[in-house]
Structures are given as structure tokens and as C-alpha cells.
């Protein structure tokens, strides 16, 4: 298995060539957004849109918080030794449809924050985060795109935070598109859409897959022709990640009624994390990526790094006349290679600016535990 989508030459054949297009009661053809993932539930709902003659338009929602692209920026790889690549893009490529990367972070820290809906397990808000994004694509997508309605490859009962009837009547509701999502895996198990009641998706042609097994999607991606699709890699989302969580929480607890910057929450990703004793915060870099990614925050706070000895940078956030600023070179000096009991230069940066340098001596190894966040 690779990590991107790979369809049979026939069926590629058959959909270029082989399927009159479906045209809506004004002879127009019949067009849907098509919320994509790249993985195989999303693949399969656009490909039996495609398989009725349906136009499809692509389109992934990025909020920041997508762990495949925190890994390829990170340059890790997959478990097969591949490069981690933004699936939704590699997918559609897959299937030759259009497809468009949509940024929805402007209003997301709301509902990463506070919740209508509540949050599930972790921080992951995903009835918000849905009304979001499907908000969006009806607000932003429908009309630009001349599209009908919107599509989605969720499948009945699979999560269930939001793929159970009600959810899914909530989030419609809630978006404005009620009968206006049409979910090509599971629709002949749910209510009759608008789509289908115009004739513009044919209801007989609609699947009723239902529940967390994989075992109908392998199948029917069999039965289509589709013969590589990425396997799910455990986790998708930064905001289902239990240490994720509670750093979140942790960040929220210490803002003392401040509003929350995307710095805030997105620098939760990165390196290892400590609350310390006055309250301040303190970010050390884990490897060469997490330095360079943090190099991107330096609107949060000042850099430590020990100078003449290899070891991370850090970022200390919050105020420096604190005892807790010692603390943070300490702790810097203690993950570098320098000599345990020595003292040795810590610079304090403003970007690549040197403020000054602090002498200072390695905090004893696993005392920093104490205050690390997890
Ligand atoms: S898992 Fe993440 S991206 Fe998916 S709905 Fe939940 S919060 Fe949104």
C-alpha cells in the first residue's frame, strides 16, 4: 500500500469517457463539493458521485491541526519509509478531480476554545469543527463553484461524536443545509435528500454502509477498481491526541481571561513542554525540526539557547523578572551536551538577536519533571 490513491486504467477509462453527464431540470450539469480527505471513505463518495455522470469538486479544510501535515513538515516518514504528502492532494491527483486546499482558520480558535457542542475525549470540538467547515463550503464554495449540493464520505454509526443520525441532523441544521448533504457510503440508510428528490443524484445508486468496520469500504473499493488508497495511520487530528489535550487545557487554564492567539495553541505542537513554579511557560525543542518550527513563535517570548555546546533552543514565555526565567536557562542548559556540574553561557535571543547571556548551571537530570506538561 502506498499513500496516495491509485485506480484501475479501466475505470479511469469508464469515468473519462464512459458516463453521460447528469444535468439538472435546467440542462445544467450537476456539480458537488465534495468534502475530501484523501483517505478511502472520501475517495469512495466521489467516486459513485463520479460513477453517475456527477461533476466533482474536491475541496480539504485546513484549521492547522492536521497531524499528516505536521509530519511532513517535520520531515518524518510513513512506517513504509515514504514521505508523508498532503493526502487530499495526492488523492484527488489519484482520481483526476479538481481539488482545492480551503483555510478555515479565521473563527476556529471559537470553536477550538468554547465549544457549542461540547468537546469529545480530548479538545477535539468535531460537531463545531463540522458546522465550520461545512458552514464555510456552503457560505464560500456552493455558489463560486455552481455546485448543488455538498458531499461527504462519512458513514453511519463509524464516529460517534458526529456520525450518528442526530449529530448529523444538528450539524445540518446548524449549517443551513438541511437535504443538502449527501453521503453516497450511507444515504440509503438516512433521510431522502433534495438531491435526490430533484433527480440530481439517483437514491438507488446511494449505499447504506453502516458502522466502524472497514470490511464494505475494502470491498466496494475492490469492486470499483480502485487499487491503492492510504491506509488510516492512526489519528488524523491534533485535537483527538490526549497530550495534546491537556497542554490545551493547561494553555487555557494560565491565560487569566486573555484572548488565545493561534501562536498559543498551534506552539503546543512542538517539543516538550513545562509549566513552571511562578506560572511561565517553557518550550524545548526535541530535534532539529521542533528548533526550526519554533523559530516561527518568537512573537510568544525569548529564546534560550546554551552557546558552545550542542542542545535545543527553547522558548520561555511569560515574564523574565521571574525566578521561573532561571529556571527555563536551567533547564535548556540541562538537554544540552555541555558538562553536568559546570556552568556555562545560556544566550537570550529576540529572534537571531542576542539580549544577553546568562551563566548558568544544568538543572540534575528528571528534576525538570516536575513541571513538564503530560
Ligand atoms: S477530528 Fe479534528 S478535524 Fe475531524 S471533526 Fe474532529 S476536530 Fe475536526
Not at 481539488?99 to 470553536?111: F, N, T
Not at 443524484?201 to 453502516?210: F, G, S, W
Not at 493561534?262 to 512542538?270: A, I, N, P, Q, T
Request: charged content about 25%.
Amino acid at each position: 500500500m502506498s499513500n496516495t490513491v491509485a485506480i484501475h486504467p479501466a475505470l479511469k477509462e469508464r469515468l473519462n469517457s464512459g458516463i453521460p453527464p447528469r444535468l439538472d431540470e435546467d440542462g445544467n450539469q450537476v456539480r458537488a463539493i465534495l468534502m475530501y480527505s484523501g483517505g478511502l471513505d472520501s475517495t469512495l463518495a466521489g467516486l459513485l458521485l463520479k460513477l453517475q455522470g456527477i461533476d466533482v469538486i474536491a475541496v480539504n479544510m485546513f484549521t492547522g491541526f492536521c497531524l499528516t501535515d505536521h509530519k511532513r513538515k517535520t520531515g518524518k516518514l510513513r512506517p513504509d519509509g515514504s514521505r508523508y504528502q498532503n493526502e487530499a492532494i495526492v488523492g484527488a491527483a489519484g482520481l483526476e478531480i479538481p481539488v482545492e486546499i480551503v483555510d478555515v482558520r479565521e473563527g476556529y480558535l471559537k470553536v477550538l476554545t468554547e465549544p457549542t457542542y461540547g468537546w469529545g475525549s480530548a479538545v477535539n470540538p468535531c460537531i463545531d469543527c463540522r458546522i465550520h467547515m461545512l458552514g464555510h463550503a456552503k457560505r464560500e464554495l456552493l455558489e463560486e463553484y455552481g455546485a448543488h449540493f455538498i458531499a461527504t464520505g462519512e458513514v453511519l454509526g463509524q464516529r460517534p461524536m458526529t456520525q450518528m443520525k442526530r449529530q448529523m441532523k444538528i450539524i445540518e441544521a446548524d449549517t443551513g443545509l438541511e437535504g443538502l448533504v449527501v453521503r453516497p457510503l450511507c444515504q440509503s440508510a438516512l433521510w431522502e435528500t433534495i438531491p435526490e428528490q430533484k433527480g440530481w443524484v439517483d437514491r438507488d445508486q446511494l449505499l447504506h454502509i453502516t458502522g466502524r468496520g472497514r470490511k464494505a469500504q475494502i470491498q466496494l473499493a475492490k469492486d470499483l477498481g480502485v487499487l491503492d488508497y492510504p491506509q488510516p495511520a492512526g489519528g488524523c487530528c491534533f485535537l483527538t491526541d490526549g497530550n495534546y489535550g491537556k497542554r490545551l487545557r493547561d494553555t487555557i487554564d494560565h491565560k487569566n481571561g486573555a484572548e488565545l492567539t493561534f501562536e498559543d495553541v498551534l506552539v503546543l505542537k512542538l517539543g516538550r513542554q513545562f509549566r513552571l513554579p511562578d506560572g511561565n511557560k517553557l518550550v524545548v525543542g526535541r530535534n532539529k525540526a521542533d528548533n526550526d518550527m519554533l523559530k516561527a513563535y518568537w512573537t510568544l517570548g525569548h529564546f534560550l539557547e546554551v552557546r558552545g555546546h550542542s542542545g535545543p533552543l527553547s522558548l520561555y514565555v511569560g515574564d523574565r523578572e521571574s525566578s521561573d526565567f532561571a529556571l527555563g536557562c536551567r533547564i535548556t542548559a540541562r538537554y544540552s551536551d555541555c558538562p553536568a556540574h559546570e556552568e556555562v553561557p545560556v544566550k537570550e535571543m529576540h529572534q537571531e538577536e542576542v539580549l544577553a547571556e546568562h551563566m548558568t548551571l544544568p538543572l540534575p537530570r528528571d528534576e525538570e519533571n516536575a513541571w513538564k506538561i503530560q
